[in-house]
Nanobody, 115 residues
C-alpha cells in the first residue's frame, strides 16, 4: 500500500509558476514510476509527466519545455515545476505511483491559471 499527498496547487496568473509536491509513504526506491496526471472538467485524466526508477522521464507534448518533473529520494517526494503557465493548464493535478503490480493515486490538488 502506498499513500500519496499532493500540495502546492493554487491560483496563478498566466505566465506564472507553481511547484507541486507529492510525498509518498514508502521509499520511492521501491516504486517503478511516479508521475503527474491532470483532469479538467469534462475531460479525461491525462498524463502530464512521468519519471521511472531508472530516471527516464516522459512529458505530454503540451507541457514540454515548460514543466519539469524531479524527485528527492531522501524525502520520498516527487515534484512538478510548472513554468509559463497557461489557462489551458487549469485542472486538478493528481500524483501517481506505480509499483511492479499495483497503481495508486493521490487526492489531487487544484491548479487554476487566470488569463
Amino acid at each position: 500500500q502506498v499513500q500519496l499527498v499532493e500540495s502546492g496547487g493554487g491560483l496563478v496568473p498566466a505566465g506564472g509558476s507553481l511547484r507541486l509536491s507529492c510525498a509518498a509513504s514508502v521509499s520511492i526506491f521501491s516504486l517503478k514510476a511516479m508521475g503527474w496526471y491532470r483532469q479538467a472538467p469534462g475531460k479525461q485524466r491525462e498524463l502530464v509527466a512521468l519519471v521511472t526508477n531508472t530516471g527516464s522521464t516522459n512529458y505530454a507534448g503540451s507541457v514540454k519545455g515548460r514543466f519539469t518533473i524531479s524527485r528527492d529520494n531522501a524525502k520520498n517526494t516527487v515534484y512538478l515545476q510548472m513554468d509559463s503557465l497557461k489557462p489551458e493548464d487549469t485542472a486538478v493535478y493528481y500524483c501517481s505511483a506505480d509499483t511492479w503490480y499495483l497503481g495508486y493515486w493521490g487526492q489531487g490538488t487544484q491548479v487554476t491559471v487566470s488569463s
